[in-house]
Antibody
């Protein structure tokens, strides 16, 4: 079955750029949408944005000015970059498969990575 | 943005109890609602989608209902493995938004 694995630095300095990659195994990245979600310590879930395998993206307006999500179909990976980070960006970051299609809202996020903790600190 | 609220924010229950969690959207979402279960240190797990459809492999003691702006998650007979935090999520429109969560713990 499809599995997702996040990877990237666990510590990022303030004002720098957070970079994470999600590797999709057991299936193809093609024909799906792929999301990033984060969860600050002790708090709820925040959707960051998604990318279609073709490269089209949709970002949360609250983060849009700082977020870039990209896809590399040859590696079956998609990535997140979040610029100008502050302590408020400290969170567990999850990648997930979004079941929407180009003409249907889908049925939520059915496969999740285990999450990776990113701490913003000098 | 569509705002999601949940009630209660937490509840204490015993094994075997019937538990109901409510989720309300700030506008109609046409049943484009999912429920997730999250245990400490773990990723959320999809339980139900389209408000009432059970994800494959999820026990039938979980059920969902609702329409328009108001939705409920019911656990018919709480089991030890059900103690967790539950989140609703609307995927009707972007930005996708989650409720603040309901923590279910042991009485």
């Amino acid at each position: 079955q499809v599995q997702l694995q996040e990877s990237g630095p666990g510590l990022v300095k303030p004002s720098e750029t957070l970079s994470l990659t999600c590797t999709v195994s057991g299936g193809s990245i093609s024909s799906y949408y792929w999301s990033w979600i984060r969860q600050p310590p002790g708090k709820g879930l925040e959707w960051i944005g998604y990318i279609y395998y073709s490269g089209s993206t949709n970002y949360n307006p609250s983060l849009k000015s700082r977020v870039t999500i990209s896809v590399d179909t040859s590696k079956n990976q998609f990535s997140l970059k979040l610029s100008s980070v502050t302590a408020a960006d400290t969170a567990v970051y999850y990648c997930a498969r979004d079941t929407r299609t180009t003409i249907f809202v889908g049925y939520g996020m059915d496969v999740w990575g285990q999450g990776t903790t990113v701490t913003v600190s000098s | 943005d569509i705002q999601m609220t949940q009630s209660p924010s937490s509840l204490s229950a015993s094994v075997g109890d019937r538990v109901t969690i409510t989720c309300r959207a700030s506008q109609g979402i046409s049943n484009s609602l999912a429920w997730y279960q999250q245990k400490p240190g773990k990723a959320p797990k999809l339980l139900l989608y389209a408000a009432s459809r059970l994800e494959s492999g999820v026990p039938s003691r979980f059920s969902g209902s609702g329409s328009g702006t108001d939705y409920t998650l019911t656990i018919s007979s709480l089991q030890p493995e059900d103690f967790a935090t539950y989140y609703c999520q609307q995927y009707y429109s972007t930005p996708i938004t989650f409720g603040p969560g309901t923590k279910v713990d042991i009485k």
